[in-house]
């Protein structure tokens, strides 16, 4: 099993940034893949950006192409987001979830809140 924890969330005004962190714990050697999602209020959850733990190669949601930055911190199994250039748009909860090799995300964490004021 692999535990996931987010932290980082909170309020900010539009054009600002936070950094969100997901750090993972438990069987950490079986992860082949971290990604972020969201889910605003009254739509579907979805994809904002993954990270492979071989060899760091990121992939993105064009909504957060070229404002979000996915990162990797190997010795502390620990993945973050950070967003910039925030926008009202970018409101919802964050979660962070993991995946094994060849298997869909299966381990997720318990979100956390952004909030992006206009």
């Known amino acids: 099993q692999v535990q996931l924890v987010e932290s980082g969330g909170g309020l900010v005004q539009a054009g600002g940034s936070l950094r969100l962190s997901c750090a993972a714990s438990g069987r950490t050697f079986s992860i082949y893949r971290m990604g972020w999602f969201r889910q605003a209020p009254g739509k579907e959850r979805e994809f904002v950006a993954r990270?492979?733990?071989?060899?760091?190669?990121?992939l993105y949601a064009d909504s957060v192409k070229g404002r979000f930055i996915i990162s990797r911190d190997n010795a502390k199994n620990t993945v973050y987001l950070q967003m910039n250039s925030l926008t009202p748009e970018d409101t919802a909860v964050y979660y962070c979830?993991?995946?094994?090799?060849?298997?869909?995300?299966?381990?997720w964490g318990q979100g956390t809140q952004v909030t992006v004021s206009a």
């Open positions: 990270i492979k733990w071989s060899d760091d190669s990121t």
């Open positions: 979830a993991a995946s094994r090799p060849g298997a869909n995300y299966s381990y």
